[in-house]
């Protein structure tokens, strides 16, 4: 299957700093996601991008689909305790095919 | 209303028994997906499923079985059960064609022990 990387693994950050982290793959994607999963839930969606270039926020998150539609970036910002977790990028080739990234486990440290 | 759900929610069983998790999604979706996350929380997809056919196998051993009775429903079957089946495992689905999203559901911890 295919492998997205995703960094940082992890992220100690104090309460009200911004966050950054991304995504790279070999493979071009038709579209990329940004999931965050809370302990003992499942992954749950925070933005959708649909076209190479796009930004777009959802509230303190920004994400962009990379220009090469290989690569795609989370922002955070002025981060509160709430968003710790681990994010997840996916991306989908063709058809039914979606891949998800490693993983960045957040820290926030009121 | 829950959108994608599992059942059940925490499973234990001994070596070498056989389990099935059920997932039921009430969004109208026509494909549906298996994924296991291990222990490094890396989520990898098993099985999908589109229009009750199965679209993908990503390598699953063959005691893995997978079944749609309808669009609505992907249930996991699992015989001789062994200590690295050990995971949480997720049920998801979305709308096929591009630019759609998948849902997840709150996922099913398996204990092989």
């Known amino acids: 299957g295919q492998q997205l990387n995703q960094s940082p693994q992890s992220m100690f950050i104090q309460e009200g700093e911004d966050v950054s982290m991304n995504c790279t793959s070999s493979?071009?994607?038709?579209?990329w996601l940004w999931y965050k999963q809370d302990p003992g839930e499942g992954p749950v969606l925070l933005i959708a991008?649909?076209?190479?270039?796009e930004l777009t926020s959802n509230g303190r998150l920004t994400a962009q689909f990379g220009i090469t539609r290989k690569d795609s970036f989370l922002n955070i910002s002025a981060s509160i305790p709430s968003d710790v977790g681990i994010y997840f990028c996916?991306?989908?080739?063709?058809?039914?095919?979606?891949?998800f990234g490693t993983g960045t486990s957040l820290t926030v440290i009121p | 209303d829950t959108a994608v759900s599992q059942t059940p929610k925490y499973l234990v069983t001994q070596m070498g028994n056989d389990k099935s998790i059920k997932c039921e999604q009430n969004l109208g979706h026509d494909t549906m997906y298996w994924y296991k996350q291990d222990s490094k929380k890396f989520l990898k997809i098993m099985f999908s499923?589109?229009?009750?056919?199965?679209?993908i196998n990503e390598t699953v051993p063959n005691r893995f079985s997978p079944k749609s009775p309808d669009k609505a429903h992907l249930n996991l079957h699992i015989n001789s059960l062994e200590l690295g089946d050990s995971a949480v495992y997720f049920c998801?689905?979305?709308?096929?064609?591009?630019?759609?999203?998948?849902?997840f559901g709150q996922g099913t911890r398996l204990t092989v022990v």
């Open positions: 493979s071009i994607f038709n579209t």
């Open positions: 991008l649909y076209k190479a270039g």
């Open positions: 996916a991306g989908q080739l063709t058809g039914n095919q979606f891949y």
């Open positions: 499923y589109n229009n009750k056919e199965l679209i």
């Open positions: 998801a689905s979305r709308r096929s064609g591009l630019n759609t999203e998948a849902f």
